[in-house]
């Protein structure tokens, strides 16, 4: 029998939050941040370098364990790496950055940061030492042990023992027993004993080696003392990575490296959304070329190729300067520099003996100061780009070295992109997906764009506690797009599926909430749910859901009369096998669908929506729902038409 579902006109939102949002009281470190903000812009996968710091911050460390509790005992980049989508990573951490920004000076301190990695090597390193498994395990109660200095003022202390109901029980154990007496700690379970100890004596609370002998007392104060001495060394390694060269840490300069990064980010990932466009070799050099002439202001750009058989630059076939050879041995150009260096090199060419004379005769044809030359390439450069600029933008350029860089071996991936592709014939299809590429290239820029624009707007919506369901759904759809482009740009029939565990209850409620914006002006088309309470969560792709519901929303908003009404139900029943079924049906009161066309519904074919359906949205929705192993029905007369897709409960 068929419960009753409840009626109601749509609600504002109660989603849950979205991955971003996760966690909002806990923030990462500005410089954890800007160093993945610069590991991430313009790359494709997630790195090995960005999973080992994801795992070096304890509000990122906990927002992973949160998103992938299997990860708790595997808790090493390694194992991070194939669960780890670089986009989700991007969408993730560039709102975090934005937060962390507008709670300045209340982020974390240095301080608290080398006590959170000291912490969790001690714990790592005496759990390899006394066989106590897992060590990874220790490593996170370390990481995590002083957590609630991560937290907005005002936040609960306890917190950093109850964010993680699903990371473990003896995690959960070791942190909130961390501080009972050490009486008591002596009878407690190894990880909790282990987490006293390494914070006592990274702390300095009392006499850590005394606490040691009496919580461990297999470990003797010689092997403390040497892993405690191997514990500074590394923590001091990974500070000076994280401070840089120049070692400012105070809140202003760490205020300033992040805005940098961030700033960074945005031109390297326009950079990347261009290159990546890009079919052929030829387009590729003149995008870059566009990119060093209208971003950076470098005057007559260049590209040369390097020559490993005779060891010379030359100009890429069709560029200026035909003719040019730089015999890389000997040579003091800047284009020669920069292939031996493998950083960026800037040369002022006021004095012109000091520089060569090739450097020289090329800032003069540009009218220009100076002479910038970036490698191409990652370790073993491929070439050089070489153009002129003035002398106070070299001076900007300086500044900006890490970013040149970077744009210098995206370029160069790009490259070896286009060279191990396989020979393209011009087919249709090859053209419909070399256009696609083009629009993909065009439209990422503006999508880009919005999205900042929408973080800046939902991180200040929420300091002034303010919900932001609306930008959520936002973002979502806008992150759909590229995906979709990028589908079709790669000749699939569709995104490759996902499955998780999805909640119809709050699907239902968020594409009400879309399709409400699309009713057109003039028009008077409401649309009401009707969800049966405790809905069971299914297993299913959730972006391919939400577009074939989306689809059929749409289309009974459009079948609909002036005066119209789309109903979305969801529901469960049971079958005949005993089993249970989730059912969404959408529903309209228009005139219904003439039989003819329901005899071919599901065929693609022009759009009839005055009154009908759409035949390619509807081969769409039938497409989808097999692929999600669904099944969907319509029933249609008169009075309107209702389409029905089912499923089978997790």
């Known amino acids: 029998m068929k419960s009753s579902p409840t009626t109601q006109v749509t609600q504002p939102s109660q989603t849950p939050p979205y991955d971003d949002e996760r966690m909002p009281a806990l923030h990462a470190h500005p410089l954890v941040l800007a160093l993945l903000l610069d590991e991430l812009g313009g790359g494709d996968a997630a790195s090995r370098e960005i999973s080992a710091w994801l795992l070096r911050d304890p509000a990122l460390a906990a927002h992973l364990l949160d998103k992938h509790p299997e990860a708790l005992t595997q808790a090493k980049p390694d194992a991070l790496l194939e669960r780890l989508d670089n986009d989700d990573l991007k969408r993730w951490l560039l709102p975090a950055a934005i937060r962390v920004l507008g709670r300045f000076p209340a982020s974390a301190s240095l301080r608290d940061w080398q006590a959170s990695i000291s912490c969790a090597l001690l714990c790592q390193a005496m759990a390899r030492q006394l066989g106590y498994p897992p060590a990874n395990e220790a490593y996170l109660a370390g990481l995590l042990h002083n957590l609630d200095r991560y937290a907005d003022a005002g936040a609960p202390g306890s917190r950093r023992a109850a964010i993680l109901p699903a990371a473990g029980t003896q995690l959960s154990c070791a942190l909130q027993a961390q501080d009972e007496d050490d009486g008591r700690l002596a009878e407690a379970l190894p990880l909790g004993r282990l987490l006293r100890v390494a914070r006592a004596v990274v702390n300095g609370e009392g006499d850590g080696f005394r606490l040691a002998a009496k919580l461990l007392p297999e470990l003797t104060p010689d092997d403390l003392d040497d892993l405690r001495r191997q514990v500074e060394t590394a923590t001091t390694e990974l500070l000076r990575q994280l401070v840089g060269q120049d070692g400012q840490n105070d809140i202003l300069a760490q205020r300033e490296r992040l805005n940098t990064a961030l700033d960074d980010y945005f031109r390297i990932e326009q ?27 470098l005057r007559q750009p260049l590209y040369l190729v390097h020559d490993r058989a005779t060891d010379t630059l030359a100009p890429f076939p069709g560029s200026r300067h035909a003719g040019l050879r730089i015999r890389l041995p000997g040579s003091n150009s800047a284009a ?8 960026p090199v800037i040369f002022a060419t006021q004095d012109a003996e000091s520089v060569s004379l090739l450097d020289v005769q ?17 370790r073993n450069p491929i070439g050089v780009l070489l153009g002129c600029v003035d002398l106070p933008q070299a001076q900007n350029l300086e500044r900006a070295s890490a970013y040149l860089g970077r744009l210098g071996r995206l370029f160069g991936r790009e490259m070896m992109r286009l060279r191990a592709a396989p020979a393209a014939t011009e087919s249709a299809a090859e053209q419909l997906r070399a256009k696609a590429r083009r629009a993909a290239h065009e439209i990422n820029n503006p999508l880009g764009i919005a999205r900042n624009y929408l973080a800046i707007l939902g991180a200040q919506l929420a300091e002034q506690g303010r919900p932001a369901d609306e930008l959520a759904i936002i973002r979502e759809e806008l992150d759909r797009i590229p995906r979709l482009l990028q589908a079709l740009t790669n000749d699939e029939p569709g995104l490759a599926m996902r499955r998780e565990g999805c909640d119809l209850t709050a699907l239902v409620r968020d594409l009400t909430k879309v399709a409400e914006s699309a009713v057109p002006a003039g028009r008077n088309v409401r649309i009401a749910t009707r969800i049966e309470p405790g809905l069971p969560v299914i297993y299913s792709d959730a972006g391919k859901l939400r577009q074939m519901l989306l689809n059929l929303i749409l289309n009974a908003i459009e079948a609909c009369p002036e005066e119209g009404l789309v109903g979305v139900d969801a529901y469960t029943s049971i079958d005949l096998r005993g089993a249970r079924q989730v059912f969404i049906a959408v529903r309209d009161n228009g005139g219904g669908i003439a039989p003819d066309r329901l005899a071919r519904l599901y065929e693609p074919s022009g759009s009839d929506k005055g009154g009908q359906h759409a035949g390619l949205g509807l081969a769409i929705v039938k497409t989808l729902a097999t692929e999600l192993g669904m099944t969907v029905a319509c029933r249609s007369d008169n009075q309107g038409t209702t389409f029905q897709v089912a499923t089978t409960a997790v």
Do not use: C, F, K, Y
């Open 271 to 297: 950079a990347h959304a261009a290159l990546a466009a890009t079919t052929t070799e030829a387009e590729l050099l003149a995008a870059v070329l566009s990119l060093l002439e209208n971003q950076l202001r």
């Open 362 to 378: 090329l800032a003069r044809l540009a009218d220009a100061g100076a002479v910038i030359a970036i490698p191409v390439g990652e």
């Open 336 to 343: 020669a520099w920069a292939m031996s260096s493998r950083v």
